[in-house]
């Protein structure tokens, strides 16, 4: 069985603490490794590595960084096989749906290769006679990174991407269930040339994170999880004295006007339900149908259901794996099991895709679902979907606003104004028109609204720039213009 190691200072260094925790093969159901649960000690000093690898890194030029970036970006792209296969293998899913995860990091990878654009200030001049006033952007120091089981290599590129593009170096906490994949992307990220504690990778559970945010070497935390913990990651990073961004959970609507096209909407409600198993923060989990276009839906959703071909995530033919944890299985199901007796209708029930191996569970779809059944109101993280009638747009739109959640909606209309009115009405963080999974590409940012996201900063593109920079004012005022040197070669970047 292998024994997973962290990486700090640019090598793997054997964990400390004498706590290991056990990694599963999903479609299996069996522990192919154990992973190292660092001790705040452990964590302490990747921090201090960090630190000193921070001071040379954030003094170096732009040029270098955007180099190590650009290598990175093709080693990234050569190794995607191998990456996706290491998804599959810890997490479950597909290797169709994680070459798409592995794609989607890449975006990150590519906007920060812009860094020497991206990290131009502002400038002023004659402000006042003979002052001139320029901004510039400077690194935080040391970063960390707490990321989820869901998308191990999209979420970590979403944030480190940018955070050593700006000079930062980086802790990178990743999932204990899924930590393979967070080693080699470190281990890319020094054959790009990376220098050695840029990029660390600490595993561990409660007590390396809350080492994270304790620590006073670490400037700012990103994490993306459930709200409960987004909620208490914040508070706690905020109380001491942290730039924090975390993201939490979302119940995500998907809004079925009665003019749209019923069988796109039907195509997208099972692709955005049973992507990755439901395990997504941006996964569709209510579709609200709207009016009279009701039945027809949820016999078109229901007829769609038994296509779905579920099994292991490296049988090519499957469309949907395993969920990542026989608890999390247990968890899911337990919804099912109470559905009916909240007065929901089981269309489809998923319980019959469970088999003696392998942590599955089929398709659940569920009719009849309102506002104060678990099922509705609970982030659930699996393969069920549930559907609630409204008999007006009115009504659909107080749905999803009432919701303490505000990550993403998505409308289905044929109708452009009713569209352009949606966009406007509803108070979520992304948007969908026709687009169930409404992720923005690399170069926008990706947030929510209400219990879905703290702190002020959204993800990666622009805000993550932000997040991981400070803006330094600088006034000035000169004498006469120093004496020069004559210089005849063609001037370039160093």
């Known amino acids: 069985m292998r024994e997973l190691e962290h990486w700090i200072g640019g090598k793997s260094v054997a964990g400390a603490s004498g706590r290991r925790g056990p990694v599963y093969d999903p479609a299996q159901g069996v522990q192919t490794a154990s992973v190292p649960l660092a001790s705040a000690e452990e964590v302490g000093g990747a921090v201090e590595v960090a630190a000193e690898a921070a001071a040379e890194w954030g003094a170096g030029s732009l040029s270098a960084r955007a180099g190590v970036l650009f290598r990175l970006r093709d080693l990234v792209a050569r190794a995607a096989p191998d990456l996706a296969a290491a998804v599959t293998a810890e997490h479950g899913k597909v290797l169709d749906d ?280 609970d982030e659930i993280f699996g393969p069920v979907l549930s559907v609630v009638r409204a008999d007006s747009y009115e009504e659909a739109v107080n749905l999803v606003n009432e919701s303490p959640y505000g990550n993403g909606v998505a409308v289905f209309t044929r109708d452009g104004g009713a569209a352009r009115r949606f966009e406007r009405d509803v108070t979520a963080g992304m948007v969908g028109v026709n687009v169930a999974i409404p992720v923005p590409v690399g170069f926008h940012s990706f947030g929510g609204w209400k219990s879905s996201l703290f702190g002020d900063s959204a993800m990666y593109g622009p805000e993550g720039i932000r997040f991981y920079t400070r803006p330094k004012v600088v006034t000035t005022r000169w004498p006469d213009p120093a004496t020069s040197e004559i210089d005849l070669g063609f001037p370039r970047t160093r």
């Open 98 to 377: 994680a070459a798409g995860e592995v794609a989607r990091g890449l975006e990150n990878i590519e906007f920060a290769c812009g860094i020497p654009h991206l990290l131009k200030g502002a400038h002023s001049t004659e402000v006042s006679s003979g002052v001139d006033v320029h901004t510039v952007l400077e690194p935080l120091g040391v970063v960390a990174g707490i990321t989820p089981f869901n998308f191990p290599v999209m979420v970590p590129l979403w944030m480190l991407s940018n955070a050593i593009a700006c000079g930062n170096a980086f802790v990178l906490k990743p999932s204990e269930k899924d930590p393979s994949v967070s080693l080699l992307l470190a281990e890319l990220a020094k054959e790009a040339g990376l220098p050695d504690g840029v990029l660390n990778v600490v595993h561990g559970d409660a007590v390396a994170v809350d080492a994270l945010l304790g620590h006073p070497g670490v400037a700012g935390v990103s994490f993306v999880g459930s709200t409960p913990i987004a909620r208490s990651v914040y508070e706690a990073g905020a109380r001491h004295g942290k730039r924090v961004q975390a993201l939490g959970g979302a119940k995500n609507h998907m809004v079925v006007l009665p003019d749209a096209d019923v069988d796109a909407a039907a195509d997208a409600a099972i692709s955005a339900g049973f992507g990755s198993a439901g395990e997504r923060c941006m996964a569709i989990s209510v579709v609200v149908a709207v009016g009279a276009v009701g039945d027809a839906l949820v016999d078109a959703i229901a007829a769609r259901v038994p296509s779905v071909v579920v099994g292991p995530g490296s049988d090519p033919d499957s469309q949907m794996g395993p969920l990542v944890t026989a608890e999390h299985r247990d968890r899911v199901r337990g919804y099912v099991e109470g559905a009916e007796s909240e007065g929901a209708r089981l269309v489809v029930d998923g319980r019959s895709g469970e088999r003696p191996q392998g942590f599955f569970l089929g398709c659940t779809l569920l009719d009849r679902v309102r506002p104060g059944m678990r099922v509705y109101d």
